[in-house]
Each structure stands twice: as structure tokens, then as C-alpha cells.
């Protein structure tokens, strides 16, 4: 198996930080972009354009990081800090699900959590 880094030394690691901090990057903004297309096409196949554009549409919740002083710090999680991010505004979103006329804009902003849950695991790891 091909790693961009290959272990050379016994001191070396097997990847590189910044390869890690590319595949961070990747991870996460394929799962802003192309997942809610996947969950859209998977889960609302009759109206997937549709469902895919609400999910996209609901990254508007990151203008609450325009609160924020300073408005972009490297390594921050998103959860819990900002306050369209905070544990209640998620509850609020799971109850959301369960009615059907805000089910997709309550899928796109969970799986936006989610996403931006998984970032901050990243961030704890590389940091």
C-alpha cells in the first residue's frame, strides 16, 4: 500500500502532518458538498436536486461564526462555541426531523454537525 510518506527510519511516522492536514481539508468539505448529495439521492431520490441544493443551502447556519471574535481560529470547534452550533440549537434540529415539511433542512443541518463534529475530532488529533 502507497503512502505519501513512506516509513524511511524507524523514527520516521508513515504520514506526513501535512499530508494529514490535506486529508482534513478533503474530509470535510467533501462531506459540506458531495455527502448531502449522496444522502439526497439516496433518501429523497424523486426530489434529489431539490434536497440536495435545501442541504447545500443549509451552510448558511456558519454565519454565526461571523459572531465570533476572532470571526476564524485555526483548531476551534464549532460545536458548542457558536451559537447556531450549540448542543440546544442541535436539539432543536432533531425535533425538526420529525415533521415532514423541515425534515430535509433538519438532515442538512445534523449532518452539518455532524461534519463539523468530525472536524473537531481532527483538529483535537493533529493538535
Known amino acids: 500500500m502507497f503512502f505519501p510518506t ?3 527510519t524507524e523514527t520516521t511516522p508513515i ?3 501535512d499530508f494529514l492536514h490535506i486529508l482534513q481539508f478533503i474530509v ?3 462531506l459540506h458538498f458531495l455527502a448531502p448529495g449522496a444522502i439526497a439521492w439516496i433518501f429523497f431520490r424523486t426530489q434529489w436536486k431539490k434536497a440536495w441544493l435545501i442541504m ?3 451552510m448558511l447556519v456558519d454565519l454565526d461564526h461571523l459572531l465570533a471574535t476572532p470571526i476564524f481560529e ?3 470547534c464549532s460545536i458548542g462555541f457558536h451559537p447556531l452550533h450549540s448542543y440546544y440549537a442541535i436539539g ?6 420529525f415533521f415532514p415539511k423541515s425534515r430535509i433542512i433538519a438532515i442538512g443541518l445534523l ?5 463539523d463534529f468530525q472536524d473537531c475530532l481532527w483538529s483535537n488529533f493533529l493538535n
Open 6 to 8: 513512506l516509513l524511511t
Open 15 to 17: 504520514y506526513s502532518m
Open 28 to 30: 470535510h468539505y467533501s
Open 56 to 58: 447545500l443551502a443549509t
Open 74 to 76: 485555526a483548531g476551534r
Open 92 to 97: 432543536i434540529y432533531f425535533i425538526m426531523a
Open 111 to 115: 449532518f452539518h454537525m455532524l461534519t
